[in-house]
C-alpha cells in the first residue's frame, strides 16, 4: 500500500500580492507565476537554477542583502519585492556589465532585451571584444564576446538532446564554450540540432542562415508567434514559429508539444526556409505544343475535369503525406466519390505496407501501440532496421535518455553501425536481408531458457504451438551462419529483450520494439514484420507502461493520410471496401453508389500504366520519379499515359512531364492536421500566406470535383466545405478512431491520441492493454528465404543499401532549396568498407560510377567501417541529377506491394568523364 504526501504550500507575498506556492518552489518560479518578468539569464525551463548571471536579484523583507531568485527557496510568510530602487540600480549595474561584455556594448537576444527594459540602450563600458567569431557551423555563430558562461547551451546539448557535443573548455578567465578537444562545430559530433541556440539568452550564439535579421526576431521584437507542427518526419515535432513582414525569421521547439518536449532537428529548426523559394510554383501550368505553360485557374481546372470525365474507369491517383488529413480526406472522397475508383495510394506503400500487413494479421491494428514517453519508461529498447538519428532525430534523442539517464538497455539491429550503436549495449549487425533467421533465433533462445510471457500466451494469443514448431528450427548457431552475427549475441539480445533491467528503484520495467525501412523494404518485409512482432507477443510485450510495438512512420503525415483512408483496400478509418456493412455506411455518408473492388496500389499502377488500363493519373504532393524504384521503368510508365495531372509546391520530375501543373500551398500556409507517429493528431496552423496563386489541396480538389460532377450532372455530394475545420467535423462525425476530435478541442488541449471516440475521452496512450482488436493475438510462422530478389555476383559484386541523410528529406525536393542543408550535403555519397575502398584504390572524396542492371549514378567516396565488406551505402536523396534509385530494383514483397530498396547487386566502376548526372540504362538490356 502506498501513501500519497500532499506537498506543503507556502505563503509569499510579491510586490504586495499574496500567492501560495508548493514546499521547495524558488522565489523566481513564484515571481513568474505571477507573470512578472524579472530578468533571468541562466535559468530556462529545461535546466535548474545555475546563479550565474545575478540578474534576477530581488529583496527579500528582513534581509541586508539582495539574493537570486533563482535558487533560493520559498519560505512560509515571506515578503519579496522585485521593484524597489535599490533593486533596479543594483539589477542595473549587473546588466550594464553583461551587455558591455559584448563586441559592440549593446549585447543581443534576452540580454539586450532586459537591458533596454533597465533604460539601458548600450552600456556605459567601452567595448573590449576578446575573440573572434566561429563562423564553421553552417547555421550559426559562436561569439565568445557575447558569451556569460551560463551553461544553458551545454545542458541543452548534453541534457535534453543527449548529443553532448559541447562543454565548456578551459578555466577562469581562459573559459569558452566549444566542441570536445576544441575540435570546429563543423568537424565535431554537433548535429546543428540548434537547441543550444534558442536556449542562448545572449546572442553569443545566433542563427545566420534564416531569414531576416533573427537576432532581433529572437528577441521577440516586430514578430509573432505561431504554433504548428514540423513537416518533415513522423515524429510531429511543435514548433513556435517567429513571423514577421510574411516571412518565417526564427523557429524554436514547442515546450508543450508532448511528442518533442521542446525539440527540434536540424530541418525543423533551419529547414523551413523552402516555404519562401524563388523556385515556388504560382500559376497553373498547361502543357501547350510541347511546353508548361501559364494558364488561368478556371481554363486550367475546367480542362482537367473534362479529361477526368473521359477516365473514369481508367483514372489512379496518388496521395500525399506531406499534405494535411483533411486535404487527404478530400482527395479519396473525390476518387472514391466522383471518380468511382479505389485506387489511390501514397507513400505508406513505400515505407510500412509490411508493418500495417503484419500487423493487421496479428493483432488487428496496423498502428504503433505505444507512445514515446514508453521509450522512456522501457528496460530494453529493441531497434532494428533504423537509423533513428538520421531518420528521426528526436525519437533518437529521447533513446538516449532512456540509455543514459534511466539505465536502459539498447539493442540495436542493422547490418550499418548507425550512430544509436556508440551508447547501445549490444550491436547485432546482420548480413541485408537476413532478419527472419535472426529474430527466429532470438525467439529460440526465449523459448529454450523460459522466458517467454506463458500467461499473457495463454490467455491472449493463439498459434503458439504451430509456430513454436517453425522457430525451434532456427539456433542461434544456425543463425550466425546465415546472418554473421555470432550466436553469444544472439543470446544475449535475447535475454535482454525477454527480461528488461529493472528500473533504478528496482521496479520491473518491459521492452520497447522500434522499428524502421529496413525491416520493411525487402521482398520478404512482411516476414521481417511478423518476425518482429512475434518476438513481442512471445514476451507479452504490449499494452503496458514501457512496452510496445512501434514502427516508426517517416511522412510527417503518412499516419494520418493512411488513417483517412488514401489507401486502395480501406474507407477512411480502416474499413473494408470490400465488406457489405462498410461499402453500404460509406455509400450512404456520400450519397453514391461506391466500388465494392480494391484499387490498385501505387507500384502496380506502373504495370497498369504500361499496359494501358490506367491512362489517367492524378498525383498530388508526390514525385514518383523520384520515389519510385527502377526509375527508367518507371519513368516509361508515367510517359504512356494519356493524361498527368501534377499538383505541388515545386516543379519536379513528375511535374516536368506533366500535362497540367496546379500550385499548392504549403504546409505553412494553411490550417489543418497531421497525425504523427504515435496517433497523435495535431494542428498545423496558417503561418503566411501563399505565393502568387497556390491554393490549399483540398480548395483545389473541391472546385476540381465541383467541375467533374457538374459535367456528370450530379449534384455536389458534399465538396463545399467552408474550411479545414468543417472538413474535420465531417471526418470525425464518420471515423469513431476520432470522433471526439475537432479543431476546436486540438486548439485548446493540444495534440491527442486517437482512438478518441467522443468529446469526454481523453485519448489513447497505449493501444491493446487488454484485448486485441481481432480478439486473440496470433502467432505467424515464417521461415527465412533468399535474403533478396537480387544477390551479388561476379558481374554484380556489391549489395547496396539505402537510406536517409539527416540533412535532407527523402528525394530532396523541398530541402535542396535550403542552403545551409545543401551546403551540408551538396552531393550523394557511397560508403564504402575501408577494406573494400583500400583494394580498389579508392579514397575519401573520390568519385566512381556505381552500375546496377537498371542504371548508373556518380557518387563521391566515404570510406569507414559502417558495414561490412562487399556492403554500399547510398542516401536516396537527389542531388546534382544524381539519385539512388536509378539503381534500385523494382521487385515486390507480393503481400504488400512494396519494392525491395533495401538490397540490390551493384558494381563500382570508374566515372570515366565524371558526370554528376544519373543515367537510366535502356529497358530492353536491363539484364
Partial sequence: MSLEVTPK?????????????????????????????????????????????????????????????????????????????????????????????????????????????????????????????????????LDMNDCILCGRCVDACQNTQHIGAIGINGLGENAQIGSAFNASWRDSNCTSCGQCVSECPTGALLPKTLIGSASSHRMGRDTDIVSTTCPYCGVGCGLLVHRAEERIVWVDGEPNNQSSLGMTCVKGRFGLD??????????????????LESASWDEALQLIAEKFVEARGSFASIASAKATNEDGYIQQKFVRAVMQTNSIDHCSRLCHAPSVVALMEQVGSGATSNSYLDYEQAGTLLVVGSDTSQNHPVIASRLRKAVQENDAALIVINPIEIELCEVATVHLQPRPGTDVALLNAMANVILEENLEDQIFISQRMEGFEEWRETVQQVSPEDAEKICGVSAEDIRRAARLFADPPLSQNGNPRGSCTIWGMGVTQHTMGSDN????????????QVGGIGNGISPLRGQNNVQGCSDVGCLPNVFPGYEAVDTVESHDRWSAAWNTELTFEKGLQSTTMIESMLEGTI????????????????????????????????????????????????????????????????????????????????RDDWKIISELARRVLTILGRPDQGFSHESASDIFDEMSSLMPIIGGLSHERLDREGGIQWPCPDVEHPGTPRLFTEEFPRGRGKFVGVQQGPPAAELPSKRFPFTLITGRTLYHWHGGVITRRVKGLVDMVPVVTVDINIDDAVQLNLHDGDDVQLASRRGEIIAQVKTGKRQRRGELFVPFVQLEGVAANFLTNDELDTLAGIPEYKACAVRIESPGTPTRRGKKRSLKNHF
Avoid at 529 to 540: D, E, K, S
Fill in 615 to 694: 491512362d489517367t493519373m492524378y498525383v498530388v504532393g508526390e514525385n514518383p520519379l523520384l520515389s519510385d524504384p527502377f526509375l527508367a521503368h518507371a519513368t516509361e510508365a508515367f510517359k504512356n499515359l494519356s493524361f498527368l495531372v501534377v499538383q505541388d509546391i515545386f516543379m519536379h520530375e513528375t511535374a516536368e512531364i506533366a500535362d497540367v501543373v496546379l500550385p499548392a500551398a504549403a504546409f505553412a500556409e494553411k490550417d489543418g492536421t497531421f497525425t504523427n507517429s504515435e496517433r497523435r493528431v495535431q494542428l498545423v496552423r496558417k503561418i503566411v500566406n501563399p505565393p502568387g496563386e497556390a
Fill in 529 to 540: 514484420a511478423r518476425a518482429l512482432i512475434n518476438l513481442a507477443l512471445l514476451c507479452g
Fill in 274 to 291: 523552402f516555404v519562401h523559394s524563388e523556385d515556388r510554383l504560382t500559376t497553373p501550368l498547361i502543357r501547350r505544343n510541347g511546353r
Fill in 9 to 141: 504550500v507556502l505563503k509569499i507575498t510579491i510586490d504586495g500580492v499574496e500567492n501560495e506556492v508548493v514546499s521547495g518552489s524558488m522565489i523566481l518560479d513564484a515571481i513568474l507565476a505571477q507573470e512578472i518578468d524579472i530578468p533571468h539569464l541562466c535559468k530556462s525551463d529545461a535546466q535548474g537554477p545555475l546563479g550565474a548571471c545575478r540578474t534576477c536579484l530581488v529583496e527579500i523583507a528582513g534581509s541586508s542583502r539582495l539574493v537570486a531568485a533563482c535558487h533560493t527557496p520559498v519560505t512560509d510568510g515571506m515578503e519579496v519585492s522585485t521593484d524597489s530602487e535599490r533593486t533596479n540600480r543594483i539589477r542595473r549595474g549587473v546588466l550594464d556589465l553583461t551587455i558591455g561584455m559584448s563586441a559592440d556594448g549593446r549585447g543581443q537576444g534576452q540580454a539586450a532585451l532586459y537591458a533596454n527594459s533597465h533604460g539601458l540602450s548600450s552600456s556605459t563600458y567601452v567595448p573590449n571584444p576578446r575573440s573572434s567569431k566561429d563562423e564553421s557551423n553552417v547555421f550559426f555563430s
